[in-house]
């Protein structure tokens, strides 16, 4: 099973608004996909310059790093 099939099949056991959210951000991605490149705020452009670089290192956020950050929106 693919990557995607998984997430429809995650997805199809959701409730009708939660599968019409997740579809609208899907199509928003798709369509930006093919679009033309959204424009950089040059006030932004270091940010997103540094980020990209991370990217390419894979210097994503860890799974305590991720956690942390969603416990500080808890109520």
Known sequence: MTL???AFAKVQALPPNA???IART???LAHAAV???EMVDPDHLADVTE???EV???AFAS???IAAA???FAP
Request: charged residues 55%; proline residues 4%; without cysteine.
């Open 4 to 6: 995607l099939e998984q």
């Open 35 to 37: 679009d033309d490149p």
């Open 19 to 21: 599968r019409d959210e």
């Open 51 to 53: 980020g990209l670089e």
């Open 56 to 58: 390419k290192r894979r």
């Open 26 to 28: 899907m199509l928003a």
């Open 70 to 72: 969603f416990a500080r």
């Open 63 to 65: 799974d305590a790093d």
